[in-house]
């Protein structure tokens, strides 16, 4: 189809360019995989993604004094996270208190968990390039970007509470030691790290966390006869 929502380019150029209906007679995704979204928070409610959202399994259910994990405000896990059931909001450069609830603020996460793990053949929204998949909601941008202090503790909660890949479609210039150690905290205990290059067509080599070695990089990819479409640039603070 052409035209959905108001392009002059096929719908979903992105899936056909990559060619991921060759890919999806193989498989088309797994729940047993987590990703690891790092973003400004992800729609849990969206009526394609709730499906395929990821939840803490140590903080569901009843605990000894039948109280609903979820809400009881006790670390059941003793992760050190409180009723960190869905994920959780590490952001404080907007919003100085974190909490358990890592709802998109702006749109971009949702937007990215989509493009990973939309559920497909459904007849709602889009496929995701995984039709299945287990994306872990972990919020560390706000509207006006984020701190590489929160942001590296959430790579940290991802690495340390099963994430397999953790994906970041941010960055800013120059390198980080926070952002650094805690990727390669990641690195270490084999979990698949991928960035953005960007949105200003230039060389990434100083752009983090991209230009990490422990990192996979993804540059954009155009649609047809158009110009760059970027996502919000995300101002990283130190």
Known sequence: STGTWGNSYSDSW???AIQAKTAWPVTTGSRTIVVAVIDTGIDYNHED????????????????NGQDKRTNTIDDDANGYVDD????????????IRDNDP?????????????????????????GVNW????????????EGG?????????????????????????GEGDSMV???????????????????????TDASNFYPA?????????????PAQDAICSVPSTLAS
């Open 49 to 64: 993604i709730s499906q395929n959202m990821w939840s803490n399994k140590g903080e569901i259910g009843k605990d000894a």
């Open 179 to 201: 952002l650094r150690d805690a990727i390669t905290y990641a690195h270490l205990k084999g979990v698949t790290q991928v960035a953005a290059a960007g949105n200003s067509s």
């Open 103 to 127: 709802m998109d603020t702006m749109g971009h996460g949702s937007h990215v968990a989509g493009i990973i793990g939309a559920v497909g053949n459904n007849r709602v929204g889009i496929p």
């Open 211 to 223: 230009a990490n070695p422990d990192v996979l990089t993804v540059s954009a990819w155009c649609p």
């Open 14 to 16: 992105g899936l056909h």
């Open 147 to 171: 701190y590489e202090t929160d942001l590296a503790e959430a790579i940290v909660y991802a690495a340390d509470n099963g994430a397999k890949v953790i994906n970041m479609s941010w960055g």
């Open 85 to 96: 059931w869905r994920g959780y909001d590490f952001e404080t450069f907007v919003e100085p």
């Open 132 to 143: 299945q998949a287990t994306i872990m909601n972990l919020r560390g941008l706000g509207q």
